[in-house]
């Protein structure tokens, strides 16, 4: 992606419901062509608990993802991946390396807030 992107409108960003989680559960996704986590995240009582692929497993294992928060795109429409169906974009920044770091809040907040 280039550093000139095309410029969006205030409402077009609007449109993107990206919102914060905490991951309720985590399980392992051998079936992904790269490797992958399943992820349970819970978005509050407005949006409800919603399931994501993740490829980050270089970065985190299963037993420390429990109880992280983080962010994603709730309002994409939900993606096939393999066997499972993925109902959110969980978000993150690529390493030097282009494995994928996960973004969420530095300090605690309300799960289903939205970012700004």
């Not at 609007?14 to 992820?39: C, D, Q, S, W």
């Amino acid at each position: 992606m280039s550093a000139h992107a095309t410029p969006l409108s205030w409402s077009e960003f609007e449109r993107v419901l990206a919102v914060a989680g905490t991951i309720t559960r985590v399980e392992p996704f051998p079936e992904a062509r790269k490797p992958a986590y399943k992820l349970t995240i819970d978005f509050g009582p407005a949006i409800g608990t919603k399931r994501s692929s993740a490829q980050i497993t270089t970065h985190y294992g299963l037993d420390e993802l429990v109880g992280r928060q983080v962010a994603a795109v709730v309002n994409f429409p939900p993606r096939q991946i393999g066997p499972f169906m993925s109902e959110v974009l969980t978000l993150g920044f690529p390493d030097e390396a282009g494995e994928v770091v996960l973004i969420g809040p530095s300090i605690a907040v309300p799960d289903g807030g939205r970012l700004f």
